[in-house]
């Protein structure tokens, strides 16, 4: 009963922390409300028994990655967002599909929920980093490699890119 009350919790505030992430006019505090968003997805984690997964979501997501992003947009000097005093057909039809998308997410998730509580039940060690290294490195090692050089190229793309304006 208290993971069920947990995990609507963490997932009503992560939804809201969400909505206040895209208002928030500064892109600093849009930042600190993402890192509200990450920890709650880290608790919803530890909610489906994935406990290695929400350290790591905590750790990574929420630590290192979003000290790097405040640390750009500080760098930066971004300012407020301007103000949208106009609204062109293209973000109302892109506000509509958004909307038609949600609700197509949140029926899908209604509608397999009995069916995630029931897996997770009769495998309760599903996030354990044991069962997670052995499912990466049998498999899942051939996409595991190929995540990792897709970002070895990215981030040797961005330092070149980064090289270059610096010139």
Known sequence: MFAEIFFIASSLI???????MLISRSPV???????????CVAG???TLSADFI?????????????VLFLFVIMLLNLGSVPSLDQIDAKK????????????????ATSTTSEYLSTAIIENPETGTALNIAEQLFTR?????????ILLLVATVGAVILAKRTFE
Do not use: C, H, R
């Open 14 to 20: 992560a939804i809201f922390a969400s909505l206040a």
């Open 29 to 39: 505090q849009s930042a600190l409300w993402l890192i509200l968003v990450m920890l």
């Open 44 to 46: 919803l984690y530890v």
């Open 54 to 66: 929400a350290v790591v979501q905590v750790l990574v997501y929420a630590g290192a990655i979003m």
């Open 92 to 107: 109302a039809i892109g506000f509509v599909l958004l909307t038609v998308i949600l609700g197509q997410l949140v029926y």
């Open 140 to 148: 899942y090692v051939l996409p595991f490699e190929m995540i990792g």
